[in-house]
């Protein structure tokens, strides 16, 4: 009865330990994109940081690292791919997106390009993708542009 009662609490035990495990494994991740404002070739990204702070923080630290005055202009959790799409010439031009792949958010940025009438072919995209993920696409910020 004795030997019975130390499996009980040992399965016990284990079945606590696989649920913290769980609970740690789910844990999402997050992803931002900060620019210049007055210079959308100036940016920054980040992607797979573990809070929307430390996101927002990598993105603003890279852009700044490149010589901007920077802020965050599009921030996401989850499985997703945020697109900066810039011209190389024109420090006004730039758009961005989020969407679930990068195939989508490429389309989206497309879309938004030929609505506003601008040659595309002269555009650079970069893109921060999420490769770890356990929860579907939120769109934390998003600022118009």
């Not at 130390?6 to 991740?29: E, P």
């Not at 599009?74 to 031009?93: D, Q, R, T, V």
Request: proline content about 2%.
């Amino acid at each position: 009865m004795k030997n019975l009662l130390i499996v009980l609490i040992l399965f016990a035990g284990c079945d606590v330990f696989a649920q913290g495990v769980a609970r740690t494994v789910s844990s999402n991740t997050y992803g931002a994109i900060a620019v210049d404002l007055n210079d959308y070739r100036i940016y920054g990204l980040s992607s797979d940081s573990k809070n929307q702070s430390e996101a927002e923080k990598l993105a603003i630290k890279a852009c700044k690292k490149n010589g901007g005055t920077c802020s965050t202009i599009l921030s996401f959790s989850g499985e997703g791919c945020a697109l900066l799409m810039y011209s190389p010439s024109n420090p006004k031009i730039g758009v961005w997106v989020v969407a679930k792949t990068k195939f989508e958010a490429e389309e989206m940025a497309q879309a938004k390009i030929e609505k506003e009438n601008t040659n595309s072919d002269e555009l650079k995209s970069t893109w921060a993708c999420n490769a770890r993920f356990t929860e579907p696409l939120k769109v934390i910020i998003l600022k118009e542009n």
